[in-house]
């Protein structure tokens, strides 16, 4: 969530564990969920605490994790007919309690791993859905994209790399924006826009991201340095920071198509993120976009005019 350069050796120690197939996760017939507590220690997946066949616990962390990757669950079946994050009803395993105060909440590439943060700058993971929202959205892209978007493999290690690094966080947060919207049943101008509320300690900040208004520190943290346009782009930069710039795209095209984010510019999104390669640019981004923005609503539609001018004004495109 915060840096995937976080993803630590301990988990590409436990990758070549599972590889060895010391942990076997298996594909149900539905989407499930199974949630384990590691105990603040990195053996995966740790013990088995929630399943479909079982209720609530006295753990707020399992069960906020439930409910999270749950709704998430939900809004891809409901709103995109998606079975499960592959599209083809994967479980979904969660582990909670991850490390020691460990200070972040990712996607490992197989299952979900949550910190329970320092309890001094950051606050636990679980409860926020825009978080959890974001890190599966990190699977879904994954599940879409041949090759990944934007993963560089050294070794073991994978880290998003370049402008397709960015546009893959700028996607989960895209659709993490979306989860939480129509979770909360807003429409594009009810909605704040922030990713991340509530994680950081209040002294330290309101929330992670701001895709109305990338690197805005009075919104966000002091620390923000969010690209809002192409003006801003750091080459060879973070991915967090660029991906400023393709999300403020998708806030420009979904606020001038109005109505809800999930059904204006929302399907466009996910329809062009089939449409990307791997080593996809903002300007493919853009295009393919803008493309399906015309199948879709037709040329010259108010959606499709609405995309070109987004990417505009971020100056991806001329
Ligand atoms: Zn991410």
Do not use: C
């Amino acid at each position: 969530m915060l840096a995937h350069a976080q993803a630590s050796a301990d988990i590409r120690a436990q990758r070549r564990r599972e590889a060895d197939g010391a942990v076997q996760h298996k594909a149900a017939g539905r989407a499930g969920r199974a949630i384990y507590d590691a105990g603040g220690k990195k053996q995966l997946p740790g013990k088995l605490v929630r399943s479909d066949a079982g209720g609530e616990t006295d753990d707020a962390a399992v069960n906020d994790a439930w409910r999270n990757v749950g709704i998430t669950l939900d809004f891809y079946a409901k709103v995109f007919n998606r079975n499960s994050l592959d599209g083809r009803g994967m479980r979904v395993d969660s582990s909670v309690h991850y490390g020691d105060r460990f200070p972040n909440a990712f996607w490992s590439g197989k299952e979900m791993l949550f910190g329970d943060g320092d309890g001094i700058h950051v606050l636990g993971f679980t409860r926020s859905l825009d978080i959890v929202a974001h890190e599966l959205a990190h699977a879904v892209t994954q599940h879409t994209v041949a090759g990944g978007l934007g993963e560089s493999h050294r070794g073991r290690q994978v880290d998003l790399v370049g402008q397709a690094g960015a546009l893959n966080e700028s996607l989960s947060d895209v659709f993490a924006s979306m989860v939480k919207q129509w979770h909360a049943k807003e429409d594009v101008h009810a909605a704040n826009w922030l990713v991340g509320e509530g994680i950081l300690a209040p002294h330290l900040g309101r929330a992670v991201r701001s895709l109305k208004s990338p690197g805005d520190t009075r919104l966000t943290y002091p620390d923000d340095d969010q690209a809002a346009d192409m003006r801003a782009f750091v080459p060879g930069g973070e991915v967090h920071t660029n991906s400023g710039i393709p999300n403020r795209a998708f806030y420009l095209a979904a606020t001038a198509i109005g109505g809800n984010s999930w059904e204006g510019a929302g399907p466009i999104w996910y329809r062009a993120m089939g449409r990307l390669t791997s080593t996809a640019t903002f300007a493919d981004g853009a295009e393919a976009t803008v493309e399906v923005a015309s199948d879709l609503a037709g040329p010259g539609s108010k959606p499709h005019k609405a995309v070109i001018a987004a990417w505009r004004k971020v100056r991806v495109i001329p």
